[in-house]
């Protein structure tokens, strides 16, 4: 039960967490190019960064734009999108999953023609970090070129954002998209407490949507969980796999439990006749079982809690069993070792267990002490 917990969680937060270093937690942008998927400018000037900044509840506000391209070299071409993001981003999500070369120094007033590629793109181009590949992008009746220099490959194993998502400079993409310094496709937002998107978001809501830009642009917010909901429903559905686990292995326990106990009190009629003659209460002979019984439980989840707490922390610092990317998105099995949790299932699991053995140790009742002594 340890084991399941740690690693649904681990996998959980793990896949959640790439989906965020894509989108962040709050998206800002236009309404129609949320309601629509097109890229549509919003004004994020200066004044609009530090009303949402200072948001409450919003830990970190980063602006973006988004351009759809092609990407060529001389034997092969691949369609991608150009995230362009400024000075502000934080990098700490592509620096993780970054597996050769590095980051460019983002910049919102010149461009780099530096590209940041997925391992996916570059194996499919059969690119490398310090090449060159051109880029074109359809726009107003006219076909943009530029060249890159690659410098950086990431691998997130999210097979969704790996085949398209490129990361460069805000420059280049504003001005690919032939809007105005001031105008971007949005600004993402992260949140101190990821369990209180939702009330952050009602806050721009009030406060920020539908009031419209210099440009005649209506502003509008959506969260992660809206944005990719396919995603965050798959991962609610890992959920009711640990119920059920947990609920079997509880079931298991109490039946086993049961069993035990029955045999115990067999093994000890004689003994329970002795007391009851003695002049013990059933009340006293049924807590003393109950009391013996929860001895045995404990001791089993003593041993149980070094096991699986000690697999789970060796898994999390060597990785030692690995899975294949393609299938489950991660190289190697995450785990989460969640503190409160594991108290939770502790205290829980040996409460039912108790409970359960209280009907069965009703049999003493039935026990005769003049049959019970003569009783082998």
């Known amino acids: 039960m340890i084991i399941s917990i740690c690693v649904v969680l681990g996998f959980k937060h793990t896949i959640r967490d790439k989906a965020v270093g894509f989108g962040c937690h709050i998206t800002v942008s236009d309404f129609l190019a949320l309601q629509d998927n097109v890229t549509y400018p919003v004004c994020m000037n200066d004044s609009m960064m530090t009303v949402l900044r200072n948001s409450p509840g ?4 980063q602006r973006f734009a988004m351009k759809q391209g092609i990407l060529k070299t001389d034997s092969d071409f ?3 999108t150009l995230k362009g993001v400024g000075p502000e981003y934080d990098p700490t999500f592509l620096k993780s999953n970054l597996v050769e070369g590095e980051l460019p120094l983002f910049c919102d007033t010149a461009s780099s023609n530096r590209l940041v590629i997925s391992r996916l793109i570059a194996n499919k181009l059969q690119l490398k970090t310090g090449e060159k590949v051109y880029a074109y992008f359809m726009g107003d009746d006219e076909v943009r070129t530029r060249r890159f220099t690659i410098c950086g490959i990431y691998e997130t194993n999210l097979k969704h954002f790996d085949e398209a998502i490129c990361f ?7 001005r690919l998209n032939g809007w105005e310094p001031d105008q971007t496709s949005g600004a993402e937002l992260t949140v101190n407490d990821y369990d ?11 406060h920020v949507n539908r009031t419209t830009d210099r440009y005649g642009a209506t502003y509008s917010s959506i969260t992660i969980r809206e944005q990719y909901p396919q995603i965050f429903s798959w991962l609610d559905l890992l959920d009711m796999n640990v119920w059920i686990i ?5 079931a298991v326990a109490g039946f086993t439990m049961i069993s035990g106990l029955l045999i115990i009190i067999l093994e000890r009629t004689n003994m329970i006749g002795v007391l009851k003659a003695l002049g013990a209460k059933n009340r006293t002979i049924r807590h003393t079982f109950l009391w013996f019984s929860a001895f045995i439980i404990g001791r089993g989840m003593l041993i149980g809690n070094i096991i699986g707490i000690g697999l789970c922390v060796l898994q999390k610092y060597t990785g030692f069993v690995h899975l294949d990317p393609s299938t489950y998105y991660v190289s190697t099995v995450p785990v989460e070792l969640n503190i409160p949790l594991i108290v939770i299932l502790n205290v829980a699991t040996l409460l039912v267990n108790v409970f359960v053995l209280i009907a069965p140790s009703f049999l003493i009742s039935h026990i005769h002490p003049a049959k019970s002594m003569r009783y082998e």
């Not at 209180?196 to 009030?206: Q, S, T, Y």
């Open 196 to 206: 209180r998107v939702d009330e952050v978001e009602k806050e721009l809501v009030r």
């Open 168 to 174: 460069t400079d805000l420059y280049s993409t504003v």
């Open 78 to 80: 691949l369609g991608v």
């Open 58 to 61: 919003v830990k970190h506000v």
């Open 246 to 250: 947990l609920l079997l292995m509880v």
